[in-house]
């Protein structure tokens, strides 16, 4: 198994980003489609819809 290496985050200094693909609307594999800071207190993400770059701090649940 690889261990990949991921950037450290760089608004908490304490988590690291981890990337997180999805599925898009005709069920084509969206390879690193976020990118999230494991520090829960932290809460900091990156994210691609519709090919726009969304940089937030709060996560909250999706009830789709």
């Known amino acids: 198994m690889e261990i990949a290496n991921f950037p450290n985050c760089q608004r908490c200094e304490t ?5 997180l693909s999805d599925y898009g609307r005709d ?16 809460g900091f993400h990156l994210r691609i819809d519709n090919g726009e770059v969304s940089i937030g701090r709060n996560i909250s649940q999706s009830y789709k």
Do not use: E
């Open 15 to 19: 988590g690291v980003l981890v990337p």
């Open 27 to 42: 069920g084509a594999s969206i390879t690193y489609k976020a990118w999230v800071c494991t520090n829960p207190d932290c």
